[in-house]
């Protein structure tokens, strides 16, 4: 036993070495045999690794039933080890596939799922990747309060892992410090005595400047107001920053328009720009070449303005008159970017040269993520405004045309009768009626006989009419009744009953055939002269092991059993019992 287990350790080591999805597809049918194998000798922990890798691969190849079905049958031993990690990434990957499959309802039921395995376990690696779905689904069923809460836990957590990791790089600089305390040499210390009284001093000022921005971030992401998220970071920064002018330029949706708010001491002024690209400032500049903008004095500033061909610095108005261009000194301008996509810029100006150091330049990067990801929930929160405010201006709009999509979705234009769509959503809905009720479903798969010479004879336009007129005998067949007909594809056509026996299914099956007889629609091209069809047929009692597949494929061989046998008949098959 313990042989065989090393063997399959063995061989899923040579199998992960293929680290992505689409170089482990050619070898699907190896990991299926070594999932097999696990399976066999009741390896669970081996289970669970290859049956992840089997899901991840039907996923990539959009096999979102077998990947559901996996899932399930895994989550059985991930629960009974307690194997949290996997538990998780299963109810996502059945997220993932019930969405796909356009099932939004347990899609949400199985990423949540996850969700309480992450609150109570905190293990968050795929938490944001989650959010990103359950934003998605709620937005795509405009539900946008739903939408904006997952939305906000996503840029908290966004927030929790900046402070994570300013905690760490603190941490980082307290270990360098104690390393550097071990390391000296003993006629030193007096001297490292004196850099460590230094360094903190610099950890000090760095500790309060995380401070400050956590203040700062938790503000401005707390509230939806534009005007106040940017005049707080104003009037938070311009005491440590020593900055003369300041300003944030913000994006709309379709980037045709630029909106700048630039502060000057106590006064602000916001100026929309139409063309912003003509502009040519270092704004424009940042945000065009997705790149941050810094110099330290007046020269380096002109050189680096006709270098790049930047005609203007962008500044508060209203003093235009007594600051020019070349008077500015130190400019440091970053674009606001999130998740790649640019936002607009932040840029702080001063009339001092060498204004800003590594350790405020370090403090404005950090600071441009707070004020990326807060001017993101503000755009965002109002795209859904604007949604929720058309939304009530068209929604008796929308239920009409609902109304009709319904409708064309589920019919087939040509013969009048439920599509191949509606055939196997009404089959599968039949299947779990019956089995609930323990009671019969019958399935009737009719073809017209001999429809291609049919065609080829009269023409397209006498075979739609057939067609028709076919579909039109067998609607009428099942009047005041809640039995259906649908058509399966060209000439054939599928007849769902349920709780009626073999006999009545053979009588209706044979009264079928002879309606169609009865019509008389010429057909020279058939041994009887008329149309006919041939009609294969099944009956079975649905159980848990019922697939509607089987059943489609039973009354499928009856039909061609039909047609071998001479066509014009029925011929019937029991549905094989377990």
Not at 196 to 220: H, P
Not at 370 to 392: C, G, H, Q, S, W
Not at 506 to 535: M, P, Q, W
Not at 567 to 575: A, E, G, H, S, W
Request: charged share 25%.
């Amino acid at each position: 036993m313990k042989t065989a287990i090393n063997k399959i350790e063995s061989k899923y080591a040579q199998l992960i070495s293929s680290n992505n999805s689409y170089g482990l597809i050619s070898k699907k049918s190896d990991i299926q045999e070594l999932f097999n194998q696990a399976k066999l000798r009741s390896y669970e922990i081996g289970i669970i690794k290859i049956g992840s890798m089997l899901i991840n691969i039907f996923l990539t190849c959009t096999e979102y039933t077998k990947a559901i079905e996996l899932s399930e049958e895994l989550m059985k031993y991930a629960e009974n080890i307690k194997d949290y990690h996997t538990q998780i990434y299963l109810y996502k990957s059945m997220g993932y596939a019930y969405f796909s499959l356009g099932n939004e309802s347990i899609a949400i039921e199985k990423f949540e799922k996850a969700l309480t395995i992450i609150s109570f376990s905190n293990i968050r690696a795929t938490l944001s990747d989650i959010l990103k779905y359950l934003i998605k689904i709620y937005t795509n069923k405009e539900d946008y309060k739903q939408a904006n809460k997952y939305l906000r836990q996503q840029l908290n957590e966004k927030i929790r892992q900046l402070e994570n990791l300013n905690t760490q790089r603190l941490d980082n600089i307290i270990l360098e410090n104690e390393l550097s305390k071990e390391k000296t040499n003993h006629d030193l210390i007096r001297l490292q005595t004196k850099e460590l009284q230094k360094k903190s001093i610099a950890l000090e000022k760095s500790m309060i400047a995380i401070q400050r921005l956590n203040d700062i971030g938790k503000y401005i992401n707390s509230t939806l107001n534009l005007n106040e998220i940017i005049s707080r970071i104003y009037y938070s920064n311009i005491e440590y920053l020593c900055i003369d002018f300041f300003s944030i330029s913000v994006l709309n949706e379709d980037k045709s328009e630029l909106t700048c708010y630039s502060y000057h001491k106590n006064s602000n002024i916001n100026k929309v720009y139409k063309d912003y690209q003509g502009l040519k400032t270092e704004i424009s500049w940042s945000i065009l070449n997705k790149r941050e903008i810094f110099v330290s004095n007046k020269s380096d500033l002109l050189e680096y303005t006709v270098k790049n061909d930047i005609k203007n610095i962008l500044y508060h108005e209203r003093e235009l008159t007594k600051y020019k261009n070349n008077q500015i000194e130190s400019l440091y301008t970053i674009p606001l970017i999130f998740e790649k996509k640019v936002l607009g810029a932040i840029s702080f100006k001063s009339l001092s040269p060498n204004a800003f150091n590594n350790e405020k330049r370090e403090y404005i990067k950090a600071l441009s993520t707070y004020t990326a990801i807060a001017i993101n929930n503000f755009k965002k929160t109002d795209i859904l405004k604007n949604k929720i405010n058309e939304r009530v201006q068209i929604e008796e709009v929308l239920i009409n045309v609902n109304k009709d999509l319904v409708v064309l979705s589920s019919v087939d234009a040509l013969s009048g009768v439920g599509n191949r769509r509606e055939l196997e959503l009404k089959l599968q809905t039949v299947v779990y009626k019956q089995k609930t009720l323990k009671s019969t479903l019958s399935l009737l798969m009719i073809d017209i006989d001999k429809f291609k010479d049919y065609n080829d004879y009269y023409g397209h336009q006498e075979g739609d009419e057939c067609i028709k007129t076919v579909a039109n005998t067998l609607k009428s067949l099942i009047n005041d009744t809640d039995f259906f007909v649908g058509r399966y594809g060209g000439e054939e056509f599928v007849i769902i009953l349920h709780s009626v026996d073999k006999q009545q299914t053979l009588d209706f099956a044979e009264n079928l055939r002879k309606s169609i007889a009865e019509l008389k629609i010429e057909h020279r091209k058939s041994d009887f002269g008329i149309v006919t069809v041939s009609v294969g047929c099944t009956i079975c009692i649905p159980d848990n092991n019922t697939q509607y597949e089987g059943i489609i494929e039973i009354a499928d061989n009856a039909l061609y059993k039909a047609k071998y046998a001479g066509r014009n008949q029925v011929f019937f098959i029991d549905y094989p019992k377990d």
